[in-house]
């Protein structure tokens, strides 16, 4: 079963930079799409950035676009993003999520979040 700990959240200030970590264990991600999300209490989880299985491939929400960027590192089995510029409205709980679909089955894990507060 493969699991994700997410790291590297935490106070910082507007214009800040801060690198969320997501490490796998029990299994190798090369096989996984690989997504980061947040949530705001009271509000629906909304997708951040992912990265294809490949590492070529990569999409950025609007908001985010210019500022955070998204890579994987498969020998470490982790996954990065990279957040510039952070914006008040960055903060939230940011979950890093492990897809993989065969023709029998889907594969989907979450971690357990790490919050991210932006504030002056």
């Known amino acids: 079963q493969l699991q994700l700990v997410e790291s590297g959240g935490g106070l910082v200030q507007p214009g800040g930079s801060l690198r969320l970590s997501c490490v796998a264990s029990?299994?190798?991600?090369?096989?996984?799409?690989i997504g980061w999300f947040r949530q705001v209490s009271g509000k629906e989880r909304e997708g951040v950035s992912c990265?294809?299985?490949?590492?070529?491939?990569?999409n950025y929400a609007d908001s985010v676009k210019g500022r955070f960027t998204i890579s994987r590192d498969d020998a470490e089995n982790t996954v990065y993003l990279q957040m510039n510029s952070l914006k008040s409205e960055d903060t939230a709980v940011y979950y890093c999520?492990?897809?993989?679909?065969?023709?029998?089955?889907?594969?989907?894990?979450w971690g357990q979040g790490t919050q991210v507060s932006v504030s002056s």
């Open positions: 999520n492990a897809l993989v679909v065969t023709i029998t089955q889907l594969y989907n894990y």
């Open positions: 029990g299994y190798t991600l090369d096989y996984y799409n």
């Open positions: 990265i294809a299985s490949s590492g070529g491939s990569t």
